[in-house]
């Protein structure tokens, strides 16, 4: 399977951004909004964060036969492309995480299983997709949560990813979707369900809902990395005290993320936010970038802001929606040869070379 | 009553912009011209001013339970939002200012009444809603001023509130509704009525109209905080001089303010005056905030920039005017909502505590 | 005659640009693109200069009884308005300069007389302005140059203006009325004629042209300011460095000006050269400014920038081409004020008094 | 011949933008698109950096007499402008480089012929244009690219240009003229053909491609400077860094360019590179500037940050599209008359003494 398949990748299709057009078309309107949409100005900012910035080249380098490894956690992998945890996938196609595996793979792209998938996480790493890590988000029950870490522990996932970020979101694009989901998603069978909240005007405020009050804490994310052997990333960190704090607690690894601006509006840019918390971090452990990245040469600027890996989000399921696991293989192939393009302009033959002086600055 | 029964909430409001589609639809083109008004680039300054600040979220910080209580002259709110002080309500809906009393009332939202509101300032007061203030118009002469204070201070008012922004506005709004005003507002009767003032090419210019001869001055002030044991505010500072001035006076308050941007075009956008006037009354007295919040994100960066409380105006009145007391409840709940799930993302459980902090800088 | 009068004011015209519409209307196409064109970016710069600005308001502040009196060489003006040197008038208005002038007298406005008016300066000085200035082009030779400084001397002009900026400017907008002009403007019978220059392929570029040769230098400055009693000032200054050379020449006064934006495009915009050449003047002469004003404020942000009176160029010039002369005076009632308002706002009752201080600055 | 001829020049035509819609009506759309595009925001950027400077005039100042003239190399050129390398100049017009060279020789430009030349260079060099320059892309065998170097020599060429900016480009816009091209350049007859490569999902990255592999590095240039007695220039420094290292090695002059916006995109604009590229060489060798020139006054600006000569390259293709010969002959002399009202307006009349104090800073 390749996404040099004549047939699944439409006429036309150059780039990442080229594939909206056709999810559009092909997508129920409903799932394409709640794909496609999020917080006006923070959605903007994602990308304006990344057009704010210019790549300076240089000139006679000697970057051939280079490449863009990076080993993350013992594996090596061949570019520094992941898909990010995306929940409801069979919601835009019918093979939904299983056809993101497959193209994964196809590629050599590393996968982030979300615990929303609309497959059992035991079905998703039989589709040999390496390495695979685990979307965990935290379960009102220690021993549920628990349980989603033995089975991410059997399948073989080589890391653990905690959500962090905002524990109560608007419900502007989930329900958009409620009603097409199944009472109890896939990974969860047996569970305790999460509280359920809307805010009424009698009643009690977000801050005041059980949801806020089941959400984890600092202690929680220590008994949850006493658990397990595997690594643990917390994904949503944007502020460089809580990467501190994180470190001190053995945190291994970090994922500066604003959900995909799908939470609050204005809320910071990942991007903005990712030289400090890199700062913060100085290279103790990995820092992955997620937020936007929709060309190869994005995931270059989000390295030299200090990014050691970076998460494919939307732009991957567009192409999902459209051709399935063709079209994700073909997405992750268009990302990594602009990457190496953009690597080659600025004469850097190696993906962690990259620093901040392949930007040019005032 | 309540702003989720059903029926006085048209489907599809969402957000407090959401109410405005629908007041334009149904209120006379003057008065909406009248209401929605404002001088072009500080109008869009306002909005803009918050467009410019992004929020820097935490994660796993224990916000479960906190709540946005504040306290101001021995009230206790449950939030941080005021009714701003708006003039003629009755052109928007026929209970006016009786239906805005009622829905912050529902809501536990204090309100700030209008020397020039449509009903009396008794009548309002009889309608429950706590703390209710009174937003006092300096009279030309000074018995008719202390009469409206002590009309104030009978029917419970817990503090005054000075307007002490441009002593003389152009007419390019009010003039959209002259001809629809009583002779002589409900307020005012038996007192002597203000000056009239039109610039004509032979005559005076504003500088010496008998409306600028009339306006109050510093030893105004003073005096006026003499005659009453209520804490008195001044609405309209924007220069920290000017609230130095203020405090050394013994004023209990300032509200900074643009008057919604209805004077002059290129006053300075309330938020970015905000900061200085702020520092320099050093949390000595309470400092409000006035200038077009419309989502409850944006009280909390008023707050980040040293509010201790918002006055909400045009994004209330739209509601009234499209379903009285419901919707001016139903926008504060809105508001409310959306403030606490900023709260949760900043990590910041309690209103007063959020601080410059939780805005992300360069 | 007064602005107020009903019939020569269109309905609805409530602020100079309101003027705009009806001239386009009125006016031959190439005559109004030759009024409204300039150079796009420094057109737009003109404008965009003043809407980076904010006034900061002051309240309670005793501005009651205050004026906008400016005293310059001598004459009091009730307001700080003239009417800039526009050439050609009469292809506006029948009457041209002759009505500006008359405009300009009933609202108590100084003018400055073109060398290029439709009318002859004899017949300007007629209509009573007051005071009234007399703009010169330096002619090929010295003895016309010389006899246009004893005619403004001869007929009560009270200072001269000699416009320094580009000596050869680009034929864009001229050539949309050269076949509407006299062979020989009125001012200039008798003299010898300017050189004609068009760039050609094969021959000299500009640099090497006759227009060139026969532009004024810095000596011909200290000639020229030694034959007359009349103040001198010059017209088109935005370097510091040259406003220092004029002082130490002993000029009486300079206008920050860049010809309308109808030069060369990426020119500089006035208003953003006028605080350098200001601070380099350091009250020691006049400094007027020129450069876009079209409302009252803005001519208080050009006092806060550092400018001791202003000129209005189009935005009399479209009220001219409607009205005439009441028209002219109606801008410059609205101006004043519109001024007025502003003064009052930021609680400055006098002109000269209103410093940087009014500005907002982060 | 000349760019007066009546004939060739469409009316209207008063800038060199005036040509680009009459050359979008005339070339076939993928030939249009194949000139005219670029990668967006850098294409663009590439004008917005000219947007953001502004000129500060000078009035009184000396210049009559001036010129624009400039040494390279032992050549005095009239003015700064010569033809940048565009290949395939035959796609645009019949006589492609044979007008182009016609049309600089008219005008008293410089010109650099192409290494993908729709002519031979011995043909171009027929035309009398002077001085000419050879713009030379490495060849797989350095034989070639000797011979190249030899014949240079042989027609009289007065430099050599090396393009050393990106060695492998996005195809986007070379494929749209792929089907056009003759099987082998007609500068390249019986030379070892340069490798083709296309990413594909399975195979190598660009950084892993024959290109890149073929793609000469700073040893390739010190053997090639060794080789020849002609100056020779990069193409493509952007980078201070690579320009003292381009000194070091005795390189005689460097060209500033982003190739014309047509690589990677958010490469940084050329103009904004200037300044430090101009500062590093601190005037040890000539520094020419490519990047978006399509008025003289920018050519002026670039002056200002340091470039001693620029090269023009759409802004003469779209003429020779259009006229041939008289077009581009027309636009140099277009540019160089806007240079020289420019150069008026600053009060600089030669060249070379135009320097950072002629653009207006805050």
Redesign the interface.
Known sequence: M???AASPIPAGV?CADDWITHARARLDPDVYAWLAGGAA??FL?NRMA??R????????????????RVELFGDLLAHPFLLAPVGHQTLLHPEGELASARGAA??GAGMVAATLSGFRLEDIAACGVAPLWFQLYWQPRREDTLALVRRAEAVGCRALVLT???????P?LSERIAGRLPRIPANLAGMAPSPSFT????GP????SPL??A????D??AWLEAQTRLPLL?K????P??ARRALALGLDGLIVS?HGAR???????SL??LPAVAAAVAGRVPVLFDGGIH?G?EAL?ARALGADAVLIGRAAMYALAVAGAPGV??VL?LL???L??????VGC?RWLEAGPGIL?S?
């Open positions: 390749s996404g040099a150059r100005r923070t900012d990344f057009d910035r210019r790549l300076l080249p240089r000139m006679l380098a000697d970057v051939a036969g280079g490449d863009t196809a590629m962090v970020d905002l524990p109560i979101a608007p502007q805010a009424m005007p009698g405020g977000p801050l005041q806020l009050a959400a984890p804490r600092w929680d994310v917390l949503g960190v944007l502020h005290d809580d604003n939470t609050v509006d204005r809320t910071v840019a903005d936010a060309d040469s600027i293989a073909h192939h990594r040869t602009e190496e393009m953009a690597m080659a302009l033959g040019f005032d």
